[in-house]
């Protein structure tokens, strides 16, 4: 097995599932002969052909209005996004058709796209490179959505997406493409793209997250730990649709929830997974629900970033909070 | 200073109003017999506009956006497709989804509310309406590049109207296909009104066809209510690009006769007169005339062909009337491929409230 | 004072601010001599001439992006988005450039613009014209977020949202458009955008609701009064920024709550009610919140269109099962 | 069939890559003391160029992408603007920036990663630097709207890569204006890449004048490494404009020296003997030549200029680095124009977790 960052992992499953299955094509901006910018497709336009492997022009409404149309006639378009910020454009053909296809023609026509994109921040990017977009799919039916954050679950669930006889969008954190190693085996092997996973067992709270917060989390909960609070973290991954019945048990144990995520607090996803706890597992709830988000603010540019992003210290701290509610 | 390019936008038509004709005709118009089910397929789309504004009228339809008037273009683009070519329609393209094989059934249910009108039985690979504006000419390009990457002898054909053409999408979609040389054929329908908004006010462009200059295609104008100069254009194009030849914009040059929809009052901001003047133009009395003049049509095979054309809406509509109406669970039964656990209980909900009779009439 | 409808009264909002303000431009599709396809804008283009009320050629990403650099240019223009389903390709302006012009030149520039869009279903309207998009909005930090639901509150909300220094997306609910009338005073006094109405005292349960919905809330909170069940009823109207105090004191009095919206379930801006009473609401809950929704499937055409959308029926079913919970 | 319209594109140069000069020369070129200013703005680019990138591999700055190699276009644009105008940057644009009356510091407090960077003390009204490709095409048409509309001889400026070309709200934005007749001045810097996708592989058009005709206006192509020629057609379009005369679409023909931002390693993509061989077209030693030849240079003036400009560039880093971080409580200050009640909390939190030295370095 080979160690493989994130950015790696997802390289091999893409070219696990160009090489077993001929309908899979790449499209994106300077994917091809660049590998992308951040070389999630290196070496793959030479082993798979500049025809499976699209360097389109620089147009993203058309990156993902082709897809679209290359996935109805059974193509199975991944198309990369190359920064968060640049997603946008993609919304009106992503909610609008790829979305939809499927119902409006009762099945006759289906959307088996994938959208991949960067996300996040931490990295002292440029303007508009570090945003967290996902609440802006989760509340669009017909589509799946999905972040991964290590390296295996990346691959595992790549593999998964690319598989799905529908549309998903899947969103790769730019801060853990390179900030850590994993064993991951390349022996095409899917993950389900409907379950939480648990990464750590806890007894006295849940802590919630996904993509690149789950570091701090993790980093949190070891704290924690060090101070006798031994709590559980979960791993979302799978955002929409969202595995409910992981974290109500979870939390049916422990009695407490903090949900961590990047993305700006206001609607953002951590408040469904708050809504659900208020409307099944009320009455396990030992003390109020916290978040620990990203601020209601516009991503600061690089000399701020770092006090916007949730840290160790404020998940630790709503935790201290959340332990002292009776 | 140097001049680097020069390009030119050349307008065609065969047939006057009148119905006089331009020789040499095209080969397939020299035969007139392969007229006459392009001048049926204009009556049965014309019939059939009427007859569903008569259902919106009277509550049993939807609103519904005819093509009184433009009725060469669609006829004339899908009759010189082959059946593997795949359609791109938008609203008021049933002239072309009709002979397509779209069945007046399905395209009632469609306008009625039911999603079932774009599970068509015929044409399997032809894409659902499409109602946000210019976004079927990517999915065209997309649709193209899969034929080509696959070396199927396919095309794809979409229609999108003059307005349309002020839409990122065609443009972007255009320059894709340019670039991948896909069997892309991409008609604009110039009604010359986009709801309230004239050709005019829609771009300070002389033609539209010139949009192809802009990625570097040929793009050519006709006169769209020339079923002829249509048709001619539409396989020229389609076979250019399945020859390997790439993609054509195609301007055809028509009115829009009715009322943008059901929903529209178009005497709030054009002038009836202006409207009338158009009628001159129509394509249905110019092929018509034209058949005359070769002695290939006459009023017996006329009537003829109105009753049977009435017969054939009036079955589609009692059909239409009497099918089922959609059931409760049919909401979650293609949303995916596999409904997600975590809907199952929205289901249920859902299905707890529902009425006893299904559905209602849209 | 006249008798208004939602859609005339739009329409008297704007006139007044036209009138008052000479910076007001609008832009949109056949806003001009139609009058918009609703109407909203009828007569204005008379009144106030062509280079004033704006019929722009078809492309809502310019007619947003336009905007932009109209607003940041010192004019206050006021778009129109044709109908809630063709409002995704703006976006990327609205995201990227409206909502954070202030903010990234740290008040040099700035963006005082309104984009106004017909919103939701129940009008039996051909597909995309029926959408709820306002939770992709409700997460973009720099925005607010309008629903008005009533011709009063439309009239002294939108005078609100054009007179605001900031960048407002005001959605109206198509369904009221027309659907009563009301008193409304053509005073040009605006209300405030940062506070929930309550529209109905009761001291059972309470029912929080925006926009279309509202009509059906009051109308179980009828119902539920004639079995004796007091429900207060808040109108959010101001999604974003959300006056949670209004919800959070109602519910400490009630001890239950009911989201009702029309928009589908997961990750709809109902989550975001429902995650505040988690966090500060938690000791005063004495039954699980419910959130009364359009599912989490695409909108159906027409003849489906009703059972998607909530009604009396399901809310006030919601509210019983409240009731009984504990 | 008939001709309906015709469209040619012409391209501009007056001096050869040599220097040498096509007489007549325009009007303000024919005196060589109105070139020093734009060359000592060139050279100033190009030193600022090489310093920011040794910043950057320092630690010292953020991602950074230099004009190198296209000075030529930013100065030639901006200098034929007045101070009322406004231009509309993108990323690639510090030579048209300082122009008009940015700071050095203030660009690299930007690419540093501060927001005070775009609070420019000159040019008031210009706009910050635009990421997102092409969408500043949108504004800038809407910003010349509003000058339009209030009768202010102002003209709006922008520029947009080779690559922002495929993007569709330029096409978009040019109808509008089109339309309009705003007074708006599109200038494309084709550097031939957009990162790594070659000018070829971006659209199939000729030329990108060309998507002019698409929107009915004006395109012309200059060589953009021609400072000459870049700021005769700016000048010529800017007061074309201001006269009511609509926009104008120019394409400066030139090439990215350099790689697309610090981020980026052009060597994976593109030949270095293809890169070398175009600086012998390069716009500096172009103009250095031109003045030579006319006696209006020297190597001590040159000397003396670069001497100059390392001061400048010096001083502005020193008052780079020495700017104190920005607060925390800077993250809220402009969000809107009063912070919403809602907010209140949350910077309470963020200030309590705030650590003692306020932001870091990017
Ligand atoms: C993206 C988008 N914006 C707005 C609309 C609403 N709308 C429906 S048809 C129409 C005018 C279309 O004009 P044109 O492209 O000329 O086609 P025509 O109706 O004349 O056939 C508009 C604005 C839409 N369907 N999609
Ligand atoms: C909408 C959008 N998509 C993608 C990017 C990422 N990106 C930054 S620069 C660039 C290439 C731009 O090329 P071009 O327009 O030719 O400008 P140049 O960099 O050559 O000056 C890309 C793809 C972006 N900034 N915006
Ligand atoms: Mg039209
Ligand atoms: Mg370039």
Redesign the interface.
């Given at each position: 097995m080979a160690e493989l960052n994130l950015v790696e992992a997802i390289n091999r499953a893409l070219a696990w599932e160009m090489a077993h299955d001929e309908a899979v094509v790449l499209l994106g901006e300077d994917i091809g002969v660049n590998g992308g910018v951040f070389r999630a497709t290196v070496g793959l336009q030479e082993r798979f052909g500049e025809d499976r492997v699209i360097d389109t022009p620089l147009a993203e409404t058309a990156i993902a209005g082709t897809a679209i149309g290359m996935a109805a006639m059974g193509l199975k378009p991944v198309a990369e996004i190359q920064f968060s910020g640049f997603i946008y454009p993609t919304l009106d053909h992503l909610v609008n058709h790829a979305a939809r296809l499927r119902n409006r023609t009762r099945g006759r026509l289906a959307c088996p796209l994938v959208l991949r994109s960067p996300c996040g921040g931490g990295i002292h990017a440029p303007e508009h490179h570090s945003e967290s977009p996902e609440a802006m799919f989760t509340n669009v039916p017909g589509l799946r959505v999905v972040v991964p954050s290590s390296p295996g679950r990346a691959y595992g669930l790549l593999l998964a997406a690319m598989r799905d006889p529908d549309p998903v969008v899947f969103l790769e954190p730019t801060r853990l493409y390179r900030l850590f190693r994993q064993e991951v085996a390349d022996d095409g092997e899917a993950l389900p793209l409907d379950v939480c996973f648990t990464l750590r067992a806890g007894s006295d709270v849940t802590l919630v997250s996904w993509g690149a917060m789950l570091h701090e989390t993790l980093a949190a909960a070891d704290q924690l730990a060090a101070e006798g609070v031994m709590a559980e973290v979960i791993d979302v991954a799978t955002l929409k649709p969202l595995d409910l019945t992981t974290i109500l048990e979870s939390v049916a144990r422990t009695g407490r929830c903090v949900i961590v995520h990047e993305a700006a607090r206001t609607g953002g996803f951590g408040a469904e997974i708050a809504a659900g706890l208020a409307e099944h597992g009320l009455y396990t709830l030992l003390a109020p629900v916290r978040r620990v988000t990203g601020y209601d603010i516009v991503m600061p540019l690089a000399r701020l970033e770092m006090q916007y992003l949730p840290s160790v210290e404020r998940i630790v701290a709503a935790v201290r909070q959340t332990l002292e509610a009776s | 200073?140097?001049?680097?390019?020069?390009?030119?936008?050349?307008?065609?038509r065969y047939l006057e109003p009148d119905g006089t004709a331009h020789e040499p005709l095209p080969e397939f118009a020299r035969d007139p017999d392969r007229l006459i089910p392009l001048y049926r397929a204009m009556q049965l789309t014309r019939a059939f506009d009427t007859k569903a504004i008569a259902l919106q009228r009277t509550g049993k339809l939807?609103?519904f956006a005819s093509a009184l008037g433009q009725e060469a273009i669609g006829v004339g683009v899908a009759s010189a497709m082959r059946i593997e070519d795949?359609f791109l329609p938008s609203?008021r393209d049933h002239a072309a989804q009709f002979v397509r094989g779209v069945t007046l059934a399905e395209s009632l249910l469609?306008w009625?509310?039911?999603?079932?009108g774009?599970?068509?039985a015929g044409p399997?690979?032809d894409?659902?309406?499409c109602?946000?504006?210019?976004?079927q000419?990517?999915?065209?390009?997309?649709?193209?590049?899969?034929?080509k990457?696959?070396a199927e002898a396919r095309v794809?054909v979409c229609v999108l109207g003059d307005?349309?053409t002020?839409?990122?999408?065609f443009?972007?979609?255009m320059?894709?296909a340019?670039?991948w040389q896909a069997p892309l054929v991409m008609v604009v329908n110039n009604n010359q009104w986009?709801?309230?908004?004239p050709r005019t006010?829609?771009?300070?462009?002389?033609?539209l066809?010139?949009?192809a200059?802009?990625?570097?295609?040929e793009g050519r104008?006709v006169d769209g209510n020339d079923i002829v100069a249509v048709h001619d254009a539409a396989a020229r194009a389609i076979e250019k690009a399945r020859d390997g030849g790439g993609p054509t914009l195609i301007e055809a040059l028509t009115y829009r006769l009715g009322d943008h929809t059901t929903?529209?009052d178009a005497t709030?901001?054009r002038d009836a007169a202006a409207v009338e003047e158009q009628w001159a133009f129509e394509p249905i009395a110019r092929l018509r005339n034209h058949l005359l003049a070769r002695d290939a049509w006459s009023r017996e095979r006329e009537e003829q062909l109105l009753h049977e054309i009435g017969a054939e809406i009036d079955a589609a509509v009692e059909h239409y009337l009497a099918t089922p109406?959609?059931t409760?669970e049919?909401?979650?039964?293609?949303?995916?491929?596999r409904l997600?656990?975590?809907?199952a209980a929205?289901?249920a909900?859902?299905l707890a409230?529902?009425?006893a009779q299904g559905?209602?009439?849209?």
């Open positions: - | 200073m140097a001049t680097v390019a020069r390009f030119e936008v050349e307008f065609t939807g609103t795949v609203y469609y009625g509310g039911d999603e079932r774009s599970a068509f399997r690979d894409f659902p309406i109602v946000p504006i210019a976004t000419v990517c999915h065209a390009a997309g649709a193209a590049y899969a034929f990457l696959r794809a307005g349309a002020s839409k990122g999408d443009y972007e979609a320059n894709f340019a670039l986009a709801i309230s908004v006010r829609q771009s300070a462009a002389r033609t066809a010139q949009k200059i802009a990625a570097g295609i104008q929903a529209d709030r901001y109406l959609p409760t049919a909401m979650f039964e293609h949303l995916h491929a997600p656990a975590a809907l929205q289901r909900e859902a409230f529902a009425p559905g209602d009439h849209g």
